[in-house]
């Protein structure tokens, strides 16, 4: 799966899922890469989404009316004698200047996408257009980060060393990877004992029975 951002000013960030990582590169706007990395799934749980939305009403009334104020007597002038002149020229360049820059405000500062995982934290821009593709994207990454985490790690040898595999199996469930029933069933197959809670009988602490 690929996800791919370009930003004004900015440039392009590119977010990919491979097979065994998350490989992310942001490149500026003359095509150099700025960051490259690629972070192993077993480095990316937990994944965390947010979204952020932040847009200044008031400024944004506040322009639109010095705007009007501005622009009254250039299109007074121009309903009267049908002609557009130098202040009407002047204040449609100040209405681009105006949406351009709350253009760039929109997609850096107002409304933003960020994908976090353990070692990294993404920031995007918050495109209504793109919300299903990124929420999408964190879906899938989560979903194949635990299904490989699953697959090279959630099997156990009991004829093996146990403490490493108990742990490796404890970090797994940490993460959930392996729900607790999982968890505790490959326990189980490693030590042989259903709980390492001891027991105790006439005032003594007994080991927990072996399972057969």
Known sequence: MIFTQKQLLLGTT???????????????PQGVATLETEVPYEE?????????????????????????????SPWREWLATGQAGFQMYSWWL??????????????????????????????LAGRPWQRKQFRNLVI????????????????VN????????????????????????????LSTRLTGRRTSDTLKSMGQELESPYLN
Request: hydrophobic share 45%.
């Open 14 to 28: 590119h977010i990919a899922l491979r097979t065994e990582s998350l490989y992310i590169c942001k490149r500026n």
């Open 44 to 72: 990316i749980l937990p994944v965390k989404a947010s979204e952020h939305r932040h847009i200044p009403t008031n400024q944004l009334v506040f322009t639109a009316l010095l705007l009007g104020l501005l622009g009254y």
């Open 94 to 123: 100040v209405c681009g200047v105006n949406a351009l820059a709350f253009w760039i405000r929109f997609e850096q500062q107002w409304c933003t996408f960020r994908l976090q995982t353990a070692h990294l934290a993404v920031t």
């Open 140 to 155: 899938e990454l989560e979903r194949r980060t635990k299904t490989y985490l699953r697959t090279e790690y959630g099997q």
């Open 158 to 185: 009991p004829l093996g060393f146990i403490e490493p595999q108990l742990r490796r199996v404890a970090w797994l469930h940490e993460l959930e990877v392996l729900s607790a029933r999982e968890a505790q069933a």
